[in-house]
């Protein structure tokens, strides 16, 4: 069965300790869930995770943020604690959505580079607080690494990441690049060595920075790959409110994925939008209807 996936920002988290933090940003309420569980999506993913390797500028050495949110610091869970419950109702009995992953990193950021200064010790600050994450939301099925950062340091620090994170007991890890093809495959190949299995996907942005993904021999690249070829490839692509480069309506999703399909660019794994966010800025398109669209197009892509 293919995977549709939605990004979340912000929504489902409000920092009862960090007022500031709390009024300053978006919320979820009832009616988010209601709206994600009767989407169609059956992935969600909360956006995104930074990660501090010294003190400063209000942050502490090995704090863990949600965005602007210190939710983790020394070791132990200081964000919300109602966070875990509207995580795990995100997949309550009869919701569309049966995943929960959480991302690390971004663009304009150094969080590889930072947890690779960290290190992976077991007594660590990295370990301790992502183990403490995980005690304190245990319906988070794994992460997804937005690495977009290109220094050496940041490079070294995936593979003991992925596989710091599996022994701390989460279940999967996400690939999700827009470029650089081969310095992913090679992470594949060496965590896969070691943790068979642990890296389940590649969700692929195809808008902004990634946009020329769309083209379909570009895509048709990403296909060969070490990991089961176009199963493994999740195209990601971005909601028009978002006003991304590349973004699309319902329709230009269906649109584009017939146009792969008849590129022979087929079997692809799932899909995914980017993000929630945007789209409920306004009543139409619905996040049902890219749901549906994603859906559709994944139905004729074989």
Not at 3 to 14: E, N, P, R
Request: charged residues 10%; aromatic residues 12%; proline residues 4%.
């Amino acid at each position: 069965m293919s995977s549709v996936g939605i990004y979340l920002w912000w929504k489902g988290y409000t920092n009862t300790v960090d007022a500031a933090c709390a009024n300053s940003h978006n919320t979820g309420t009832n009616q988010d869930l209601t709206t994600l569980q009767e989407s169609g999506f059956d992935t969600a993913i909360l956006w995104t995770l930074h990660v501090k390797s010294q003190d400063g500028g209000g942050f502490k050495k090995g704090d863990i943020v949600y965005n602007d949110c210190v939710v983790v610091s020394q070791g132990k869970y200081c964000g919300d604690p109602g966070w875990s419950d509207y995580v795990s109702n995100l997949k309550k009995t009869g919701s569309s959505i049966n995943s929960v992953l959480i991302s690390v990193g971004s663009a304009d950021n150094t969080d590889f580079a930072n947890i690779g200064s960290l290190g992976f010790d077991t007594s660590g600050l990295l370990y301790e607080g992502f183990a403490a994450l995980l005690a304190a939301i245990p319906a988070l099925d794994g992460v997804v690494f937005d690495y977009e950062e290109f220094s050496t340091e940041a490079q070294k620090a995936v593979v003991p990441f992925a596989l710091m994170l599996q022994t701390i007991g989460y279940g999967q890890i996400a690939f999700c690049p827009y470029m650089s093809q081969p310095m992913w495959d090679n992470w594949y190949t060496q965590i896969n060595k070691s943790a068979p299995g642990l890296v389940v996907e590649s969700q692929l942005q195809c808008y902004s920075g990634g946009g020329s993904n769309q083209n379909a021999s570009i895509l048709a690249d990403w296909t060969k790959n070490p990991a089961g070829g176009a199963s493994f490839i999740h195209p990601g692509l971005a909601c028009t409110n978002s006003y991304a480069p590349g973004n699309l309506s319902p329709q230009g999703i269906i649109n584009l994925y017939n146009t792969w399909t008849n590129a022979s660019v087929t079997g692809l794994g799932g899909g995914w939008i980017w993000h929630y966010d945007y789209i409920v800025q306004t009543t139409s398109p619905t996040v049902a209807e890219y749901a549906s669209a994603v859906s559709s197009g994944l139905a004729g892509n074989g």
